[in-house]
């Protein structure tokens, strides 16, 4: 059974930054963060695709969350700076997304068969 444990969510200031860490029972070619907000659908924030050493952003986060995998330690990391308010959201992480016969994760979330508990992230003044 695949477990995933998010950590490293809490309150911040508009402007700050958070760290956010999923401990994985085991690495897969396509891992990624989502979120969502009460009454939205979730949605992707940024994958990692193992099989061609690729990430990818949703515009709304491109240039201030970045991604990364440390495959040793089982571990998916989501570094968030400059947050916004609109940032505030319950932070998923996922793992087990479907490769496409390009190589290339897909990024809508019924495409990931393993995901944890959450962590609630807070942008506030």
């Known amino acids: 059974q695949v477990q995933l444990v998010e950590t490293g969510g809490g309150s911040v200031e508009p402007g700050g930054s958070l760290t956010l860490s999923c401990a994985a029972s085991?690495?897969?070619?396509?891992m990624g963060w989502f979120r969502q907000v009460p009454g939205k659908e979730r949605r992707w924030v940024a994958i990692a695709n193992r099989h061609n050493q690729n990430e990818g952003y949703h515009e709304d986060v491109l240039g201030r969350f970045t991604i990364s995998t440390d495959t040793a330690k089982k571990m998916l990391h989501l570094q968030m700076n400059n947050l916004k308010s609109d940032d505030t959201a319950m932070y998923y992480c996922?793992?087990?997304?479907?490769?496409?016969?390009?190589?290339?994760?897909?990024?809508?979330?019924?495409?990931?068969?393993?995901w944890g508990q959450g962590t609630q992230v807070t942008v506030s003044s």
């Open positions: 996922a793992a087990g997304g479907e490769l496409s016969q390009w190589g290339y994760c897909y990024i809508g979330p019924e495409n990931y068969p393993h």
């Open positions: 085991e690495i897969f070619d396509c």
